[in-house]
């Protein structure tokens, strides 16, 4: 059983809604059921009734919730009692931040707020994930579980397709593969999982994409499309550093995605630093994530309205 498990299973237990607690979570409804559905087993026993969709707790599931309700309450006192003891907290931690560069920038400065003794080494090269040994934690997409002994994904994201205002696809209420064949692209590298994500729907479709420009730095890529060298693609939560107001962003007819995963090393986390520093970014991207959902659901009902 661990800690996870639990958190997933309260916020089950108090929302009566697997897709609710999985978007809370920042994690897919079927990764959800299954932690729910291995806790059972481990515990073997039924802790909700499943009936019509709808979920309620059985008798066992409301003793365990009590139980767990006080556990979660003791630990965070704990992590708010490593809180007041702040100004104590310090030393150098290394992050590794191969994804949300600049989303990454608020989060270490929420930190610091709470932590001021705290400082950081930051590196944003790939090539440095043969050094992992010496970093505490990575955000990175999916597939670096080979360098670090543990991980969890943080965070999923829908992908968009940025135009200038005047564009003949910025009117469009979606875009399909074909929308783009020939179209000059703005894209990331080739080893970027947006870019893999992409290039597999074009080649599905049986499309050719036309690379104008490559580059992973998005602040390039917005002055790359404001002098008209091509559309780009941005995940929603980076949008703010490429959108603008003369910029459209267009959804896929079939939403295209990534993951965002953060990557860890166990015996690192023995340091206060490092263990807050990781259950801070797993909140700031459970936050992220409510706002990506109330951010959709506002859209699709202006589109509905409209």
Not at 28 to 45: F, H
Request: one cysteine or more.
């Amino acid at each position: 059983m661990e800690l996870l498990q639990l958190r997933y299973f309260y916020t089950v237990a108090k929302t009566l809604n697997i897709s609710r607690a999985a978007a809370i979570h920042g994690i897919p409804q079927p990764a959800m059921s299954k932690t729910i559905s291995r806790l059972e087993r481990e515990l073997d026993t039924p802790l909700f009734n499943r009936i019509r969709n709808q979920l309620s707790l059985t008798p066992a599931g409301h003793a365990f919730l009590q139980e767990v309700e006080l556990s979660l309450q003791h630990l965070d006192k704990g992590l708010a009692a490593i809180s007041c003891a702040a100004e104590e907290i310090c030393g150098e931690l290394r992050l590794l931040v191969l994804l949300h560069r600049y989303v990454m920038v608020d989060f270490v400065e929420s930190f610091r707020c709470r932590y001021p003794n705290a400082s950081f080494y930051i590196s944003n090269n790939k090539a440095d994930l043969s050094d992992h040994g010496n970093f505490a934690i990575c955000v990175a997409g999916a597939g670096q579980s080979g360098y670090f002994d543990s991980n969890m994904l943080l965070h999923k994201e829908e992908i968009y397709l940025v135009v200038p205002r005047q564009h003949r696809l910025a009117k469009k209420s979606c875009v399909q593969p074909e929308d783009l064949d020939g179209e000059p692209l703005i894209v990331q590298y080739p080893t970027h999982e947006l870019y893999c994500n992409f290039f597999a729907m074009m080649r599905e479709a049986g499309c050719t994409p036309q690379v104008a420009i490559t580059s992973n730095d998005l602040l390039c890529n917005q002055k790359y499309l404001a002098y008209g060298m091509g559309v780009t693609l941005v995940s929603m939560q980076s949008a703010d550093s490429l959108h603008s107001a003369d910029t459209v962003m267009v959804p896929f007819a079939r939403p295209l995605y990534r993951s965002v995963y953060l990557y860890w090393n166990r015996h690192m986390l023995h340091e206060p630093l490092a263990a807050l520093f990781r259950e801070h970014l797993i909140e700031e991207f459970r936050q992220l994530s409510q706002r990506q959902e109330r951010r959709t659901a506002a859209a699709e009902t202006r589109q509905e309205k409209t």
